[in-house]
């Protein structure tokens, strides 16, 4: 085990490598960033010194080299609109996104198995024609336009909760201000729903469908049949015997669904200005904040690379016939 | 699921929502009020405070040696007078007494001079405004106290006392002991002002706050703390504004102007603003060989373009509001009163460019030419940019647009002069100085002249206008402006118009210049 975990942190690396290669390309490969860091009436003079003093005139190489330098030294830079250290800002805004996506992968997931599994025991019937036509809208409506009609229905005409802004509750709780998480918490929920189920939506629709499917796969199998015959309750040869074999599945996209879910969060912070780092990496984007982006990517990178890590551990625990070489 | 879970389940559903929305502080009370833009901070440094935003807060927060007021005039703030030498290179400002930053260190005439000298430090490598384009622009070379009161900035030439007078009030005054013990990766994060509003809070992406500076006598507000959210979703801002839960927004689209008007709760100013929206003409050889370029390096062709393009009703039916066609470059009541906008009038261009050499061919096509515009930067810019294509294809004129992404692809363009051979764009304009709005064309080289034009009579009469007074550079303005009208660079449009959206419960009034100041709002009667 050790040594397979050392083999993939290893190979970490070299995605790291890759995707901060390729989006200081892509980033440079949109003109010149320096531009968006004059004045609209900067001289060409101007221009030039803003360049210099942006480090934009050095070769790409060197520029690269430097940022991976840094990056060996735990320094992903400083913000080239702030002022401020990339990876502290990143770090600033991370509690934000986290309260959002597991807050959404919970309600996704909590829903999810449930709805799944009353449409694989009801297969046929109109409860289950029901849930999937649900579960192909969820898919199909785009995050941006569903946020926008909770808000302007739910928020706007039924005044039920708040339009947009965000209480913070992971923060102070990671700067061991207990009473003001505590007291945050119940307003912190209240803001995190509207955005919270936008982003649900779609994994809520998708793991409804998948876990269905696995279900009707492990209801068929044999044991499950000997289960039934032993005279065991229903509600336990499901639970016990055939939802357990049919998570191996759920498993695997559960992880790859947070990472898809944190990366999923730009829209919906916009829509509910949510001062995540979504917003954060979109902003950077924009203005070509490299460090930042870069910054950002990294801890992505890593974030995506842990979570495999930890869905292949676990594969292990809940199927002990799997070995990791 | 049994009875009690279900109960439990209920009950906490209803608590939830009984929960008030206190936690989340940033809701207008009498006391309060909360400000919506779309876009957040990126430093407080006021040395580095680059976007309108930033500025919108930084001017309740810094004073200024003179301050812009609403109507344009350029009012003492900080400073209650100044003379200039008279060669007009050196300008000396007398500051008001009393003066102090909000450490309660007093701010004086060598806490001015740092703060210009802070800015224009090379080893700052600042890119905001101050740096970046006021002090460039107002040709500064350096400050220094003369005594407690009184700072003498140094320039290397003589230039318009308007527009001097107008860059240097855009500096954000600060004290220099707290910032000279500051590294710039601190002074970034924790902002020492001397306005009429001190910096409380500032939460990334979320808000800015600030509170009333009690002692404070320069300037009178009214509200004890303001809120500057940062909402970038047009529509949630407009549904905020709505729900009463922010009293000013910047930038409501036109189509949701009416769902504010009939909400009851808001209501839309719409202003003429300051920027300048027009297409260019390229006279750059490196477009030499397109298609086009040939006719409109001919001036009449680009005097009967001019009358092509129905520029009211592009601004009615798609910008939301009426408008009055820019007559040049220079924002009313600056302007030449005696030129009036080009009328549209179809027949008029069709014939002026058939005595101009270019009459429609058998397929009724007189020339083709390419029209170059951005997507995302100005108001309804795609649209507006389609339209103008369709009436200048009305009258002959064969036009193949090419939009493009405005950060990513057609700003690097703009910047490197390789737009056209026409192309669509906007500039920032003033309401206190004509020679600001005109110096876009300060030389045929400047980086602001994007289509290369070479006018001599323009750039010598330029030249002469720096430094005289102000009944010649008045005279100079107006015939410079004549030339323009005659040998126009622009296909000239419109003055962009801004939409603000305002509390009913506030009584506030929004500014030509982009500016959001509201120290005169209050609470409505």
Same mark, same amino acid.
């Given at each position: 085990?050790?040594?397979?975990?050392?083999?993939?942190?290893?190979?970490?690396?070299?995605?790291?490598?890759?995707?901060?290669?390729?989006?200081?390309?892509?980033?440079?490969?949109?003109?010149?960033?320096?531009?968006?860091?004059?004045?609209?009436?900067?001289?060409?003079?101007?221009?030039?010194?803003?360049?210099?003093?942006?480090?934009?005139?050095?070769?790409?190489?060197?520029?690269?080299?430097?940022?991976?330098?840094?990056?060996?030294?735990?320094?992903?830079?400083?913000?080239?609109?702030?002022?401020?250290?990339?990876?502290?800002?990143?770090?600033?805004?991370?509690?934000?996104?986290?309260?959002?996506?597991?807050?959404?992968?919970?309600?996704?997931?909590?829903?999810?198995?449930?709805?799944?599994?009353?449409?694989?025991?009801?297969?046929?019937?109109?409860?289950?024609?029901?849930?999937?036509?649900?579960?192909?809208?969820?898919?199909?409506?785009?995050?941006?336009?569903?946020?926008?009609?909770?808000?302007?229905? &739910?928020?706007?005409?039924?005044?039920?909760?708040?339009?947009?802004?965000?209480?913070?509750?992971?923060? @102070?709780?990671?700067?061991?201000?207990?009473?003001?998480?505590?007291?945050?918490?119940?307003?912190?929920?209240?803001?995190?729903?509207?955005?919270?189920?936008?982003?649900?939506?779609?994994?809520?629709?998708?793991?409804?469908?998948?876990?269905?499917?696995?279900?009707?796969?492990?209801?068929?199998?044999?044991?499950?049949?000997?289960?039934?015959?032993?005279?065991?309750?229903?509600?336990?040869?499901?639970?016990?015997?055939?939802?357990?074999?049919?998570?191996?599945?759920?498993?695997?996209?559960?992880?790859?669904?947070?990472?898809?879910?944190?990366?999923?969060?730009?829209?919906?912070?916009?829509?509910?200005?949510?001062?995540?780092?979504?917003?954060?990496?979109?902003?950077?984007?924009?203005?070509?904040?490299?460090?930042?982006?870069?910054?950002?990517?990294?801890?992505?990178?890593?974030?995506?690379?842990?979570?495999?890590?930890?869905?292949?551990?676990?594969?292990?625990?809940?199927?002990?016939?799997?070995?990791?070489? | 699921?049994?009875?009690?879970?279900?109960?439990?389940?209920?009950?906490?559903?209803?608590?939830?929502?009984?929960?008030?929305?206190?936690?989340?502080?940033?809701?207008?009370?009498?006391?309060?009020?909360?400000?919506?833009?779309?876009?957040?901070?990126?430093?407080?440094?006021?040395?580095?405070?680059?976007?309108?935003?930033?500025?919108?807060?930084?001017?309740?927060?810094?004073?200024?040696?003179?301050?812009?007021?609403?109507?344009?005039?350029?009012?003492?703030?900080?400073?209650?007078?100044?003379?200039?030498?008279?060669?007009?290179?050196?300008?000396?400002?007398?500051?008001?007494?009393?003066?102090?930053?909000?450490?309660?260190?007093?701010?004086?005439?060598?806490?001015?001079?740092?703060?210009?000298?802070?800015?224009?430090?090379?080893?700052?490598?600042?890119?905001?405004?101050?740096?970046?384009?006021?002090?460039?622009?107002?040709?500064?070379?350096?400050?220094?106290?003369?005594?407690?009161?009184?700072?003498?900035?140094?320039?290397?030439?003589?230039?318009?006392?308007?527009?001097?007078?107008?860059?240097?009030?855009? &500096?954000?005054?600060?004290?220099?002991?707290?910032?000279?013990?500051?590294?710039?990766?601190?002074?970034?994060?924790?902002?020492?002002?001397?306005?009429?509003?001190?910096?409380?809070?500032?939460?990334?992406?979320?808000?800015?706050?600030?509170?009333?500076?009690?002692?404070?006598?320069?300037?009178?507000?009214?509200?004890?703390?303001?809120?500057?959210?940062?909402?970038?979703?047009?529509?949630?801002?407009?549904?905020?504004?709505?729900?009463?839960?922010?009293?000013?927004?910047?930038?409501? @689209?036109?189509?949701?102007?009416?769902?504010?008007?009939?909400?009851?709760?808001?209501?839309?100013?719409?202003?003429?603003?300051?920027?300048?929206?027009?297409?260019?003409?390229?006279?750059?050889?490196?477009?030499?060989?397109?298609?086009?370029?040939?006719?409109?390096?001919?001036?009449?062709?680009?005097?009967?373009?001019?009358?092509?393009?129905?520029?009211?009703?592009?601004?009615?039916?798609?910008?939301?509001?009426?408008?009055?066609?820019?007559?040049?470059?220079?924002?009313? @009541?600056?302007?030449?009163?005696?030129?009036?906008?080009?009328?549209?009038?179809?027949?008029?261009?069709?014939?002026?460019?058939?005595?101009?050499?270019?009459?429609?061919?058998?397929?009724?096509?007189?020339?083709?030419?390419?029209?170059?515009? @951005?997507?995302?930067?100005?108001?309804?810019?795609?649209? &507006?940019?389609?339209?103008?294509?369709?009436?200048?294809?009305?009258?002959?004129?064969?036009?193949?647009?090419?939009?493009?992404?405005?950060?990513?692809?057609?700003?690097?363009?703009?910047?490197?002069?390789?737009?056209?051979?026409?192309?669509?764009?906007?500039?920032?304009?003033?309401?206190?100085?004509?020679?600001?709005?005109?110096?876009?064309?300060?030389?045929?080289?400047?980086?602001?002249?994007?289509?290369?034009?070479?006018?001599?009579?323009?750039?010598?009469?330029?030249?002469?206008?720096?430094?005289?007074?102000?009944?010649?550079?008045?005279?100079?303005?107006?015939?410079?402006?004549?030339?323009?009208?005659?040998?126009?660079?622009?296909?000239?449009?419109?003055?962009?118009?801004?939409?603000?959206?305002?509390?009913?419960?506030?009584?506030?009034?929004?500014?030509?210049?982009?500016?959001?100041?509201?120290?005169?709002?209050?609470?409505?009667?």
């Amino acid at each position: 085990m050790s040594a397979y975990l050392v083999r993939r942190l290893l190979q970490s690396i070299i995605v790291i490598i890759g995707v901060t290669l390729l989006s200081f390309l892509v980033l440079h490969m949109a003109g010149d960033p320096t531009y968006l860091y004059v004045s609209e009436r900067a001289s060409n003079e101007e221009i030039a010194a803003a360049r210099v003093a942006l480090g934009f005139d050095r070769p790409l190489p060197e520029q690269y080299l430097n940022f991976m330098a840094g990056l060996l030294q735990g320094d992903l830079g400083t913000s080239l609109r702030s002022r401020q250290p990339a990876f502290d800002m990143v770090m600033s805004r991370l509690p934000a996104t986290l309260e959002l996506t597991i807050f959404a992968m919970v309600l996704a997931v909590s829903l999810a198995i449930p709805i799944g599994i009353l449409s694989a025991t009801k297969r046929g019937t109109p409860v289950d024609g029901g849930i999937m036509l649900f579960a192909m809208l969820g898919q199909s409506i785009p995050s941006f336009w569903l946020g926008l009609m909770l808000l302007l229905f &739910v928020g706007l005409q039924l005044r039920l909760l708040p339009i947009s802004g965000h209480v913070p509750v992971l923060e @102070p709780l990671l700067q061991g201000n207990f009473n003001e998480a505590a007291a945050n918490f119940p307003s912190a929920i209240r803001y995190l729903i509207l955005p919270g189920i936008t982003i649900a939506v779609f994994s809520l629709s998708r793991n409804a469908r998948l876990i269905r499917s696995s279900m009707l796969e492990v209801l068929s199998q044999d044991y499950v049949q000997t289960a039934r015959s032993k005279g065991l309750p229903s509600r336990v040869v499901i639970m016990r015997h055939a939802f357990r074999n049919a998570l191996v599945p759920v498993v695997t996209i559960l992880g790859l669904e947070f990472g898809f879910l944190l990366s999923g969060v730009v829209v919906v912070e916009t829509v509910f200005s949510w001062p995540g780092v979504g917003r954060l990496v979109f902003n950077a984007i924009t203005q070509r904040d490299i460090p930042v982006v870069q910054a950002s990517v990294v801890t992505f990178s890593m974030m995506f690379i842990l979570l495999n890590l930890f869905v292949d551990v676990l594969y292990v625990r809940l199927d002990p016939r799997i070995r990791l070489h | 699921m049994n009875a009690r879970v279900k109960r439990l389940l209920a009950a906490g559903a209803v608590g939830l929502l009984a929960v008030p929305l206190a936690v989340s502080a940033q809701m207008p009370d009498d006391t309060t009020l909360v400000i919506a833009q779309s876009v957040d901070v990126g430093t407080l440094d006021p040395a580095i405070v680059g976007s309108r935003s930033e500025a919108n807060i930084f001017g309740h927060v810094f004073g200024t040696l003179y301050q812009i007021a609403d109507s344009g005039e350029l009012v003492p703030y900080f400073a209650n007078s100044y003379s200039i030498s008279e060669d007009g290179m050196e300008w000396t400002f007398t500051l008001n007494e009393g003066l102090t930053c909000h450490d309660g260190e007093p701010l004086t005439a060598s806490d001015v001079a740092y703060t210009f000298n802070r800015a224009a430090d090379p080893a700052n490598a600042f890119t905001g405004n101050t740096s970046g384009f006021v002090l460039p622009s107002a040709r500064f070379v350096s400050a220094e106290a003369v005594d407690d009161l009184n700072v003498r900035i140094v320039t290397s030439t003589a230039q318009s006392e308007n527009l001097r007078l107008g860059l240097l009030s855009e &500096v954000y005054l600060h004290c220099e002991d707290y910032y000279s013990s500051l590294t710039l990766e601190e002074a970034a994060l924790a902002p020492v002002g001397s306005g009429p509003y001190r910096f409380v809070e500032w939460v990334p992406d979320d808000y800015v706050l600030i509170e009333k500076v009690p002692d404070f006598t320069l300037r009178e507000v009214n509200f004890e703390r303001i809120y500057w959210r940062v909402i970038p979703e047009a529509s949630t801002r407009t549904a905020e504004l709505i729900a009463g839960n922010v009293d000013i927004i910047a930038n409501v @689209p036109p189509d949701q102007v009416d769902a504010v008007n009939n909400s009851g709760t808001a209501e839309v100013q719409a202003v003429q603003g300051t920027r300048r929206i027009y297409v260019g003409f390229q006279f750059g050889e490196n477009f030499a060989d397109s298609p086009g370029y040939d006719a409109i390096q001919n001036t009449d062709v680009r005097v009967a373009l001019q009358y092509a393009v129905d520029v009211p009703t592009i601004c009615s039916t798609l910008l939301g509001v009426e408008c009055t066609r820019a007559s040049s470059m220079v924002n009313p @009541p600056n302007d030449n009163p005696n030129l009036t906008p080009y009328p549209y009038d179809p027949a008029m261009a069709e014939q002026l460019l058939d005595e101009a050499g270019w009459p429609r061919g058998e397929n009724g096509v007189r020339f083709d030419i390419t029209l170059m515009g @951005p997507r995302g930067r100005y108001l309804n810019d795609e649209a &507006v940019v389609q339209a103008i294509g369709q009436y200048l294809t009305d009258v002959g004129v064969n036009v193949t647009l090419d939009i493009r992404d405005w950060s990513s692809d057609y700003l690097p363009l703009v910047r490197e002069k390789n737009v056209g051979p026409l192309f669509f764009l906007g500039t920032g304009g003033s309401t206190w100085s004509a020679l600001y709005d005109m110096a876009d064309l300060s030389a045929p080289d400047a980086g602001t002249n994007y289509t290369n034009w070479a006018n001599e009579d323009w750039f010598a009469l330029w030249n002469e206008t720096q430094g005289v007074d102000p009944d010649t550079e008045r005279t100079n303005v107006n015939i410079m402006l004549e030339v323009f009208y005659n040998d126009p660079p622009w296909l000239l449009l419109y003055f962009q118009p801004d939409f603000y959206g305002v509390s009913n419960r506030i009584e506030w009034s929004a500014r030509r210049d982009e500016k959001i100041v509201v120290y005169s709002a209050a609470l409505a009667e």
